[in-house]
């Protein structure tokens, strides 16, 4: 099939805060390098006209980013020291800080906001606005930025040298037909291509396999957040205040907390953490959250609101040794992509826009030179060590690892971190750790009824979570909320979320997990049905596939509910068989964060 080709001499896949970053800094030092050139100040030849490209998946710049989010404005005010006088949306500068320890029923103060936490001289923000404010400025510094175009593959030349990205078809229906509207994906072509994808990037996960750039690396590790927007009926949480929480809901073998953070016109911006290496298949991060409302603290906080947006995102915390090598021939990889993200502080704006800042001046340096090779990029990782980004990361080099024996053990270590200087324990440099869903232990380790079949089997989550009823005031199911992330996707497309053995949804992980995609998915998009094609025996199942039986006697099969997806990415991160494939679906589907 013939395809388009563009050619681009810089093509940034991701326009989030890391790559539009990159992308505008990448035009000033340009600009700044030809006008000296010219006046005779800087020797050299003028570099002309250098297009840069970004593409993002979203339908428009920000949709699909999902933040807390307080800014250290570091990265910012390095690539725009003026930001304030050029009109970056902010919310509110932090003006109090409150750190509390949550039992079932009280919410105790910390006379002491631990020092990570602190926030003063920060700012919330909503990552939406801010990547759709840069994003304007990107444009007119004269990137040419193409919303509704996900990278779907990465194109690479016969030595394997990153050569640009095709970006995904669109008109296939569900049928993997051509539809009357058929467009195929371009090749963008690229001397250096710059995956920003944010955390567990679906192009970044292949190429980093394919080019082994994780070798002698920590397996990297991921949170989810889950949150939602309230409007307040009053001034009772001010703009600028943020209050941090740890324990209820989660257990102690559970990586959590939970964020309270004020904007402004009374909009109140909620959410809670889970670390998706958690241990019990029952598990759901998104009822986890809405236990989390309950708790008599929040639950005055939010009397007589509105729940007004919902959204999910994974986290990247596997830190300093979970990180990938950030270069090959014709690539970078910046931002979250990168695991740049400072796990104890849940920040990561501030390295993404750092991190495209010197990704861009390690691509000025390969423009100067010609040479687009792995050993030319390598300065990106120099500038990286020798960039306060570092740094930051070695001191908590063994945060999160460290709660893999569970809250008390990781808080202490957390705690002798800063006598230390990020040794773990005091002692060991590096801990060892798990890709998360190797934590996830069998229904059988938890005694849960997970061998019954049938029906009951449906109420499965109950077991956990036997206190949970979602009442449409306070708590949500998934359905409402989802409808509050306003997802689109058009529903006749190849689902973009590859089960690659549908059989094991149907026996093994029944018996083992209790499917447990239906409750790590926060947007309802794993749904176990009966599977009536199955009562007429017609179901195509491989011989001797009994797969799992409702009451009525019927098997049952795995739904892909994708139009839900918000493009979380915890399904791919988290199925403990890892048969889930996280593909881009057709550009422009996926949710729509305004204001998140
Ligand atoms: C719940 C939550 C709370 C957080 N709270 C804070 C906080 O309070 N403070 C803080 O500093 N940080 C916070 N972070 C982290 C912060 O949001 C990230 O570190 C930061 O957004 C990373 O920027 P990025 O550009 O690397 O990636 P992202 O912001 O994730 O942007 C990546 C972009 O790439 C697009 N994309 C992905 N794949 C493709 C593809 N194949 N083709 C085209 N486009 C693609 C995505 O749609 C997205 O727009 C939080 C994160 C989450 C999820």
Redesign the pocket.
């Given at each position: 099939m013939e395809r388009e080709i563009l050619e681009f001499d810089v093509v940034f896949?991701?326009?989030?805060?890391?790559?539009l970053s990159g992308a505008l800094h990448l035009t000033r030092l340009i600009k700044t390098h030809n006008e000296a050139v010219v006046k005779g100040e800087r020797d050299g030849k003028p570099l002309g006209e250098i297009e840069i490209a970004v593409?993002?998946?979203?339908a428009t710049l920000g949709a699909?980013?999902?933040?807390?989010?307080?800014?250290?404005p570091k990265g910012l005010k390095e690539l725009m020291p003026d930001f304030i006088e050029q009109g970056a949306p902010l919310e509110a500068p932090v003006k109090e800080d409150y750190f509390l320890y949550l039992t079932q029923k009280r919410a105790i103060r910390s006379p002491l906001t631990p020092p990570p936490l602190k926030n003063h001289g920060y700012y919330i923000v909503s990552?939406n606005r801010l990547t759709a404010w840069l994003g304007e400025k990107c444009e007119e510094a004269g990137v040419n930025v193409f919303p509704e175009?996900?990278?779907a593959d990465v194109l690479y030349d016969e030595a394997d040298r990153v050569t640009g990205v095709r970006t995904g078809d669109k008109g296939i229906d569900k049928e993997g037909k051509r539809k009357p509207n058929y467009e195929p994906g371009v090749d963008l072509h690229a001397k250096v291509t710059v995956l920003?994808?944010?955390?567990r990037?679906?192009?970044a996960k292949q190429l980093i396999q394919r080019l082994n750039l994780n070798e002698g690396r920590e397996p990297q590790v991921y949170s989810i957040?889950v949150?939602e927007l309230w409007e307040l009926p009053d001034d009772r949480y001010p703009a600028g205040r943020v209050t941090h929480t740890l324990g209820f809901p989660s257990d102690a073998h559970t990586y959590g907390g939970g964020w309270i953070y004020g904007m402004q016109n009374r909009i109140l911006n909620i959410?809670y953490?889970t670390g998706l290496d958690y241990q019990d298949p029952l598990l759901d991060p998104h009822a986890e959250f809405q236990r989390y409302k309950q708790h008599p603290f929040l639950a005055k906080l939010l009397d007589g609101g509105k729940m007004i947006r919902y959204g999910a995102?994974?986290?990247v915390a596997g830190g300093y040794f979970a990180m990938p090598r950030l270069y090959a021939d014709g690539l970078l990889l910046?931002?979250?992509?990168a695991g740049f993200?400072n796990s104890q502080r849940?920040?990561?704006?501030?390295a993404?826009m750092k991190s495209g800042m010197l990704a861009a001046e390690a691509i000025f340096a390969a423009l100067v030179a010609g040479d687009y090779s792995a050993q030319q990029l390598k300065k990106y990782e120099q500038l990286v060590n020798e960039s306060w980004i570092i740094p930051e990361l070695r001191k908590v080099r063994n945060f999160h690892a460290a709660f893999q024996h569970g809250r008390w053990l990781g808080l202490a270590n957390a705690g002798l971190q800063f006598v230390t200087g990020g040794r773990a324990w005091g002692l060991f440099d590096r801990t060892k750790s798990e890709a998360g869903h190797r934590a996830m232990k069998k229904l059988s380790a938890f005694g849960y009824r997970g061998d019954k079949k049938g029906e009951e089997r449906g109420d499965i989550t109950e077991q956990r979570y036997t206190d949970l009823r979602f009442d449409g005031k306070l708590t949500f199911n998934k359905l409402t909320d989802v409808y509050h992330a306003a997802v689109g996707h058009d529903e006749d497309q190849p689902a973009h979320l590859h089960v690659l053995d549908l059989n094991i949804c149907a026996t093994r992980c029944v018996e083992e997990y209790g499917n447990p995609c239906q409750r790590f998915c926060p947007a309802a998009v794993y749904e176990m049905v009966d599977d009536v094609a199955s009562a007429n025996n017609n179901d195509g199942r491989p011989e001797g596939n009994d797969g799992d039986m409702s009451a009525a006697g019927t098997k049952r099969r795995l739904q892909i509910n994708f139009s839900n997806c918000v493009?979380c990415k915890t399904c791919d991160i988290m199925d403990p068989y890892q048969i889930i494939n996280w593909v881009?679906p057709e550009g422009g589907g996926g949710p729509d964060y305004k204001g998140m």
């Open positions: 896949v991701g326009a989030g805060p890391a790559n593409i993002e998946k979203g699909h980013i999902l933040s807390g989010a307080v800014m250290d990552l175009f996900p990278g920003g994808e944010g955390p990037g679906s192009l957040g949150k959410g953490v995102k994974t986290i910046v931002g979250d992509c993200l849940l920040k990561g704006i501030h993404a493009h881009t």
